[in-house]
């Protein structure tokens, strides 16, 4: 079965922009989960949505946000980009929120901002 | 506040050993915890869960125990090969009661041939 899809791969954008991050979580998966992945900090979680509420948040300003729409496909929005905000931003699928599911994780959007 | 630590951001053995490789936590008690496996490039790969009474998990050449008392898990690979180097990751969950992991820094595995 299909794995878990993000696009798009790589996106450069200008510092004071906004972008759109897309997720098609594995088919039958309601929880998404998002992360940043820096070299100085590791993985980083943003947020998770499960049946289009999220329902947990990590430490990041308000410029990031998300959503999921009713076929479990998730879109992370970034408003007025940071150069700090350049990283590898990973998606990440499960059956349900749960302790006994691994993730299963997207290639990631590798985001370069300038 | 807690803390995750994995024991070096970069190990190099010999192909054919085993890697050894080390998850510490300070100033919490995870139910249980995931190992994954991270290649350049590439989203982090689920390899193996283990639960709080669980003392050892076993798949194919790989080993992950979880000592409670110690708050440590450690990770094996046996009989090493260079397709195992890649940058390996400890995720316990966040705090009690949360399903949202979170991720230590990783170990960079170099299996020299």
């Known amino acids: 079965k299909a794995g878990v899809t993000q696009t798009p791969r790589y996106l450069i954008k200008t510092r004071g922009q906004q972008v759109t991050l897309s997720c098609s979580p594995i088919s039958g998966h309601r929880s998404v989960s998002w992360y940043q992945q820096t070299p100085g900090q590791g993985l980083q979680f943003l947020f998770e949505?499960?049946?289009?509420?999220?329902?947990n948040k990590g430490n990041f300003p308000g410029r990031f946000s998300g959503r999921q729409f009713s076929n479990s496909r998730s879109e992370m929005n970034v408003s007025t980009l940071e150069l700090g905000d350049s990283a590898l931003y990973l998606c990440?699928?499960?059956?349900?929120?749960?302790?006994?599911?691994?993730?299963?994780f997207g290639s990631g959007t590798r985001l370069t901002v300038v | 506040s807690q803390k995750i630590e994995q024991n070096s951001e970069a190990l190099n053995i010999q192909e054919g050993k085993t890697a050894t490789l080390t998850c510490n936590y300070t100033?919490?008690?995870?139910?249980?915890l995931q190992w994954y496996r991270q290649d350049p490039g590439r989203g982090p790969v689920f390899l193996l869960l283990i639960r709080e009474n669980e003392k050892e998990k076993r798949k194919e050449r790989l080993k992950v125990t979880f000592d409670t008392t110690l708050k440590q898990s450690l990770f094996h690979i046996t009989a090493s090969q260079p397709a195992d180097s890649a940058t390996y990751l400890c995720?316990?969950?966040f705090g009690a009661g949360s399903y949202q992991l979170t991720f230590g820094k990783g170990t960079k595995l170099s299996v020299i041939p």
């Open positions: 100033n919490y008690s995870p139910a249980y």
């Open positions: 995720a316990p969950p």
């Open positions: 949505y499960f049946s289009e509420t999220q329902r």
């Open positions: 990440a699928s499960s059956p349900r929120q749960g302790r006994e599911y691994g993730y299963t």
